[in-house]
């Protein structure tokens, strides 16, 4: 998929992103309950359009979830994305479909199932679609 039109957000230290990390932890305790956190929080400071994109991998039988949450980012959107056959290609097999600052891919017990009999390589993206600032985000596996 060709690139955000706002382009990447500046990747951040998560230590740096409190006023982010703090509220997307409470959003854990709800969204991703009996859930493992995949990997490290991802933080970035964002400009309106822009993404920050996160490797991961999709393995047989998990279900995922993704949780943001923007500060001073009046919608931020969460997309996870699986990779083609295609080398460098990528397709969208879910999307958040909240509105507001927190984004909740597949939470609440609704986490996004792999569907094939193997894995695939994927990145999830978060991204501020309306407003600038901080946002943080993980990746919950079960």
């Given at each position: 998929?060709?690139?955000?039109a706002g382009g ?9 992103a409190?006023a982010a990390?703090v ?5 854990a ?6 859930m493992q956190?995949?990997g490290?929080?991802?933080?970035g400071q964002f400009q309106?359009?822009q993404?920050?994109?996160?490797p991961m991998?999709?393995?047989?039988g998990?279900c995922y979830?993704?949780?943001?949450v923007?500060?001073?980012?009046a ?8 990779a ?5 290609q990528f397709?969208?097999v ?10 909740s891919?597949?939470?609440k017990?609704?986490c ?5 009999p ?5 990145k999830?993206?978060?991204k501020a679609?309306?407003g600038a600032?901080?946002a943080a985000g993980?990746?919950y596996?079960?």
């Amino acid at each position: 998929a060709p690139p955000a039109a706002g382009g990447a957000a500046t990747p951040i230290d998560p230590n740096l992103a409190s006023a982010a990390t703090v509220p997307l932890a409470a959003l854990a305790m709800s969204d991703a309950q009996g859930m493992q956190r995949e990997g490290n929080v991802a933080a970035g400071q964002f400009q309106e359009g822009q993404a920050l994109e996160v490797p991961m991998q999709f393995a047989v039988g998990k279900c995922y979830t993704v949780l943001a949450v923007g500060v001073g980012i009046a919608e931020t959107d969460i997309s996870l994305m699986a990779a083609t056959p295609i080398p460098g290609q990528f397709q969208e097999v879910a999307r958040d479909n909240g509105t507001g600052a927190q984004a909740s891919l597949g939470g609440k017990g609704n986490c996004y199932k792999w569907p094939w009999p193997v894995g695939a390589q994927g990145k999830y993206v978060i991204k501020a679609t309306r407003g600038a600032g901080v946002a943080a985000g993980a990746l919950y596996v079960k």
